[in-house]
Structures are given as C-alpha cells and as structure tokens.
C-alpha cells in the first residue's frame, strides 16, 4: 500500500496561482502513476492530471490543459500540481491518488488515496 499526504491548499482569488505537493510512502515502487483528482460541493470527482513514474508521460483534463502543469520528483516520491490563472471553477478538494498498473488513464484504477487539500478560488 502507498500512502499519500497532500499540501498546498489555500484561499485564494481569481488568477492567482498555488501549487499542491502530494509525498508518498509505503510502497512507493509499486507506483506505476500519481494522478490528482478533485471533488466540488454536490459534484463527481473529477480526474484532473495524471504523471506515469517512469517514463514521463502526463495526462491533463481539458478543462485545466495550459493553466496546470504536474511533475514528479521520483527521488522524492513527491508530485507536485502547479495550478495557474486559477478560475473559481476549480474550487475543490483536491486529492492524490496512486495507481500500480498500467491502467494510469484509468480513474477507476486508483487505488491508494491521500487524505485532500482544500483548494478555494474566489471571484
């Protein structure tokens, strides 16, 4: 099992920036990708960015695809979410998810969840 610890959250307002850290531990060579995800108030979680842990390959919603940047630092066990011209749409918790197949676009296939991080964007 991996275990995952995001930070980074914040209030902030509209076109502002902020950036989530999510560290993990455990098992962390069973990590095949770290992928965030997010859920607002009386909606679905959402997958918003996905970064493979070998061969960088990433994957971005639309909704977010030039505003938000994901990397990992694999000595680390850290991803970051680099979240710029942030609009009061993406107000949310934001969540950090693990997957250890090769299913990482897949959100069904994310097994091992951190706790979230609170991310308010007001207009």
């Known amino acids: 099992q991996v275990q995952l610890v995001e930070s980074g959250g914040g209030l902030v307002q509209a076109g502002a920036s902020l950036k989530l850290s999510c560290a993990a531990s455990g098992r962390t060579r069973s990590i095949f990708a770290l992928g965030w995800f997010r859920q607002a108030p009386g909606k679905e979680r959402e997958f918003v960015a996905t970064i493979t842990w070998g061969i960088t390959a990433t994957y971005y919603v639309a909704s977010v695809r030039g505003r938000f940047t994901i990397s990992r630092d694999t000595a680390k066990n850290t991803v970051l979410l680099q979240m710029n011209s942030l609009k009061p749409e993406d107000t949310a918790v934001y969540y950090c998810?693990?997957?250890?197949?090769?299913?990482?676009?897949?959100?069904?296939?994310?097994?091992?969840w951190g706790q979230g991080t609170q991310v308010t964007v007001s207009s």
């Open positions: 998810a693990a997957v250890s197949g090769s299913t990482w676009l897949d959100p069904k296939t994310y097994s091992d």
